[in-house]
């Protein structure tokens, strides 16, 4: 784990990677210290060979470390063999990394093994100690060396052997034992050693995480000899877009401090607000106290002088790593990291009489934290925790362009923080407060016609941390920002073109930012090639962001979830006319979000209102949640589109989305259609309506020819589209009715005899037909294509009996 690391505004030129040609003070050779236990590189083969990994085979990795009075020392033996040409290159190159503030470097042993004969190269390997800071994108200065060793002559097939020991613990723990140890890799390995040495007279703790393997101890020379021990280790591979927080890896801890409350106890003489602050820090805090009597405002006023009045500067050198520079230099030089603006901030808030305490907590493992032995290093950034006005806040001094009032600031929630006060005996929950939304609002205005660009305006307002996020990027880059969001319409709206400057409104007090974009867009109706008539899709693009498919539903880890995140969005499209638009409802529940989606159509049918919501619940889904959560973003996914089309002028109808915004029967409805015909045609065959029926059937003929024709007529309009769904319904009621009444007359006229006798009795009692109405309600629910398929099929058996 690394030590306490915060971003920080650092531009001096002395921490640039300036190497430094070998010099004894660097590094030194030597054997390793008797305490060692050797681990020969060399072992049997495994039964089944380990696969390899990315050109190299992993044979050993030995890991050992002595605890004494001095402090410690750890010792690191490593062997790999060069498989293919990128192996070679990954295995010639060796790099170890130390703090010369408080360590030194021993090299041991460089060694080529080639066909079973070891080569020493520690002599001939060009050593370069180099000052390279890793974190200098971050803009973190720690002061850290790197031994880079570069060998020559490594060929396929060799096995690099190196072994080195780095003495020295960090004094900030004041010889405080604490460390870990993986077990398991995301390469296989051939043999894995960890040990641990400790003195008898000093309780370390044990804690094993994702790992039943138990250590061998022993104990000689007033020291507990522990010892975990693997062969054929496999490599476990974690899959892509995983939290932050997740780490299946096997591992060891080890932690001299009993419990959480004795780690408060190591730091808060560390911690302790500054009496004497000098000065013109006393100064300042006398003006804020004058200016402000309330302690909301003080708490404000002090957070937006940490936060803009003191530049972000990490100098992490040593002890810095943990340890807090006085409040005072701090203020009177201006810079400082984390750990320097949360002391400062509470130093101030002390003084004005507020209740205030640094919080420790780990940005990336979040509630994880909980899970981990006792130890300063499970954490990596710091907080200041507020209690006033009977309430906890909860606020980071490094958020430079955060606004807002005590109420409206954002406030992180890492899951559990370590309070730094007297009497904390434990991590503190950090409560959850509601989560900051974005809404956005969108608006098509078609009103201008048909043939006319389409005015597209769309205003997002941003809460809390997206709001703080926006301001960073509208005060590093506006303009780029600008571009990437006109790019991000026009993969949906090709004809667009920005109408005007990106506007910015920002309500400081409640912390919240409103964008602004207008743009144009010309053809945003589209001629269908396949139906012949005008289309345009709505898409609600923010929320459709978070509804993606999973690249894949068998998973072995957790999905990452973005977290909180809150998205309301409103879609409001204005037409040049009325159009015949419906409402929709709709519900998605899941454990992981839940999803609202509703269509409004105004009364005067001249504009429609779409509004879809997406809330995530979690930050994670479980692997074994993974197919219902893709199941419901399927569902989700084929709620948010919409698309109007227009069939002829003066005929303007809507559907729900591009994939299912039909409103005729289309191939099922030929089948219907062609299945009536069927039935008019057998008709006319067995009941012919001229010449050569018997005198007592021509009447009921003609009707039933007639009555064949103008229903067969309906169904085949029906069929090609030619009548919308929405007409073809009540219509065909009422054509039914009116042909029932019509054969009815001519029953008395219908001999007893006569086949189309019980046909038109069917006919007539067709639209109460129990199991026509059961067949209409399983047609509405089963696959188009099948559905009206079977009610086509019964249909004209009822009128062909």
């Known amino acids: 784990m690394k030590p306490i690391r915060c971003a920080v505004l650092y531009c001096l030129a002395c921490v640039f990677c300036v190497p430094a040609w070998a010099k004894p003070a660097d590094y030194k050779t030597g054997a390793a210290a008797p305490w060692v236990v050797p681990v020969s590189p060399l072992h049997?083969?495994?039964?089944?060979?380990?696969?390899?990994?990315?050109?190299?085979?992993?044979?050993?990795?030995?890991?050992?470390?002595?605890?004494?009075?001095?402090?410690?020392?750890?010792?690191?033996?490593?062997?790999?063999?060069?498989?293919?040409?990128?192996?070679?290159?990954?295995?010639?190159?060796?790099?170890?990394?130390?703090?010369?503030?408080?360590?030194s470097l021993t090299l041991h042993a460089v060694n080529v093994i080639r066909d079973g004969k070891l080569t020493p190269r520690l002599a001939s390997a060009k050593v370069h100690v180099l000052q390279r800071e890793t974190e200098l994108d971050s803009q973190i200065y720690d002061g850290s060396m790197t031994a880079s060793i570069m060998l020559d002559d490594v060929r396929i097939g060799d096995i690099v052997e190196y072994a080195y020991s780095v003495d020295g613990s960090n004094p900030v723990f004041q010889n405080k034992v604490t460390g870990k140890a993986d077990l398991e890799w995301a390469v296989p390995v051939e043999h894995a050693f960890v040990r641990l040495l400790v003195p008898s007279s000093r309780p370390v703790w044990i804690a094993p995480r994702r790992s039943k393997?138990?250590?061998?101890?022993?104990?000689?020379?007033?020291?507990?000899?522990?010892?975990?021990?693997?062969?054929?280790?496999?490599?476990?591979?974690?899959?892509?877009?995983?939290?932050?927080?997740?780490?299946?890896?096997?591992?060891?801890?080890?932690?001299?401090?009993?419990?959480?409350?004795?780690?408060?106890?190591?730091?808060?003489?560390?911690?302790?607000?500054?009496?004497?602050?000098?000065?013109?820090?006393?100064?300042?805090?006398?003006?804020?106290?004058?200016?402000?009597?309330?302690?909301?405002?003080?708490?404000?006023?002090?957070?937006?002088?940490?936060?803009?009045?003191?530049?972000?500067?990490?100098?992490?050198?040593?002890?810095?790593?943990?340890?807090?520079?006085?409040?005072?230099?701090?203020?009177?030089?201006?810079?400082?990291?984390?750990?320097?603006?949360?002391?400062?901030?509470?130093?101030?808030?002390?003084?004005?009489?507020?209740?205030?305490?640094p919080a420790l907590v780990n940005t990336a493992i979040a509630r994880e934290v909980a899970t981990w032995a006792p130890t300063p290093t499970a954490f990596n950034h710091v907080l200041v925790r507020v209690r006033t006005g009977g309430k906890l806040y909860w606020l980071d001094p490094t958020r430079s362009l955060q606004q807002g009032d005590l109420e409206h600031l954002y406030q992180p929630d890492y899951g559990y923080a370590l309070v730094l006060e007297q009497g904390a005996a434990g991590l503190s929950p950090m409560a959850g407060r509601a989560a900051p939304r974005k809404t956005v609002h969108a608006l098509f205005d078609a009103s201008a016609g048909l043939a006319q660009p389409v005015g597209y305006t769309v205003t997002t307002t941003f809460e809390g941390r997206g709001a703080d996020s926006l301001r960073d990027q509208l005060v590093s880059n506006k303009a780029e920002l600008v571009t990437q969001y006109q790019n991000f319409y026009a993969r949906s709206y090709a004809g667009i073109r920005a109408d005007g400057e990106l506007k910015v409104q920002d309500n400081a007090p409640a912390n919240a930012l409103t964008l602004v974009e207008s743009y144009r867009i010309a053809g945003f109706w589209e001629r269908s090639g396949k139906r012949g008539r005008l289309e345009a899709n709505i898409e609600a693009s923010d929320v459709t962001g978070p509804l993606k498919a999973p690249d894949a539903i068998g998973r072995n880890a957790p999905l990452r979830l973005e977290y909180p995140n809150n998205i309301s969005e409103v879609t409001e499209v204005r037409l040049p006319e009325r159009w015949n638009l419906k409402s929709e409802k709709a519900q998605v529940h899941d454990a992981a979000f839940e999803f609202s989606y509703e269509v409004a159509p105004a009364a005067d049918g001249k504009s429609v209102r779409i509004t879809a919501n997406y809330r995530a619940l979690s930050d994670h889904v479980d692997p074994g949640d993974m197919g219902n959560y893709a199941?419901?973003?399927?569902?989700?996914?084929?709620?948010?589109?919409?698309?109007?089309?227009?069939?002829?002028?003066?005929?303007?109808?809507?559907?729900?989305?591009?994939?299912?915004?039909?409103?005729?029967?289309?191939?099922?409805?030929?089948?219907?259609?062609?299945?009536?015909?069927?039935?008019?045609?057998?008709?006319?065959?067995?009941?012919?309506?001229?010449?050569?029926?018997?005198?007592?059937?021509?009447?009921?003929?003609?009707?039933?020819?007639?009555?064949?024709?103008?229903?067969?007529?309906?169904?085949?309009?029906?069929?090609?589209?030619?009548?919308?769904?929405?007409?073809?319904?009540?219509?065909?009621?009422?054509?039914?009715?009116?042909?029932?009444?019509?054969?009815?007359?001519?029953?008395?006229?219908?001999?007893?005899?006569?086949?189309?006798?019980?046909?038109?009795?069917?006919?007539?009692?067709?639209?109460?037909?129990?199991?026509?109405?059961?067949?209409?309600?399983?047609?509405?629910?089963?696959?188009?294509?099948?559905?009206?398929?079977?009610?086509?099929?019964?249909?004209?058996?009822?009128?062909?009996?």
């Open 44 to 103: 049997p083969p495994a039964a089944t060979p380990l696969p390899p990994r990315g050109g190299v085979a992993y044979l050993l990795q030995d890991y050992q470390t002595r605890v004494d009075q001095r402090g410690k020392v750890t010792y690191l033996h490593v062997a790999k063999r060069a498989l293919d040409s990128s192996g070679v290159e990954k295995v010639a190159s060796i790099s170890i990394s130390y703090d010369p503030t408080y360590q």
């Open 213 to 357: 393997l138990k250590p061998q101890l022993r104990e000689a020379d007033d020291y507990r000899d522990y010892r975990w021990e693997q062969h054929n280790v496999p490599e476990l591979r974690v899959d892509s877009g995983a939290p932050e927080w997740y780490d299946p890896y096997a591992s060891v801890q080890w932690t001299e401090f009993r419990d959480w409350a004795e780690v408060v106890r190591w730091a808060l003489p560390l911690y302790r607000p500054q009496r004497d602050m000098g000065e013109p820090l006393r100064r300042e805090v006398e003006r804020i106290a004058r200016e402000h009597a309330d302690p909301a405002g003080r708490v404000a006023e002090v957070l937006k002088l940490v936060q803009r009045d003191i530049r972000y500067l990490g100098i992490e050198v040593g002890p810095g790593s943990h340890a807090p520079t006085a409040p005072s230099t701090v203020f009177q030089r201006r810079f400082g990291d984390c750990k320097d603006k949360a002391l400062l901030a509470v130093t101030m808030l002390d003084a004005l009489g507020i209740d205030a305490a």
């Open 631 to 801: 199941a419901h973003l399927k569902k989700a996914r084929e709620m948010v589109g919409y698309q109007l089309y227009t069939d002829a002028p003066g005929d303007r109808v809507a559907g729900e989305a591009p994939a299912a915004s039909g409103t005729g029967l289309g191939v099922p409805g030929w089948l219907l259609g062609l299945a009536a015909l069927a039935v008019v045609g057998l008709r006319r065959v067995l009941l012919p309506a001229g010449r050569g029926a018997a005198p007592e059937h021509r009447e009921v003929n003609r009707r039933l020819a007639l009555a064949g024709s103008l229903l067969g007529a309906m169904f085949v309009l029906i069929g090609v589209s030619a009548i919308p769904l929405r007409y073809s319904l009540p219509v065909s009621a009422v054509v039914l009715a009116m042909l029932a009444k019509y054969l009815w007359e001519g029953v008395p006229l219908v001999p007893a005899t006569h086949p189309a006798y019980r046909w038109a009795r069917r006919c007539y009692n067709l639209r109460s037909d129990p199991v026509t109405m059961a067949l209409w309600s399983l047609a509405r629910k089963l696959p188009p294509l099948l559905g009206w398929f079977m009610l086509g099929s019964y249909a004209a058996q009822v009128l062909s009996r």
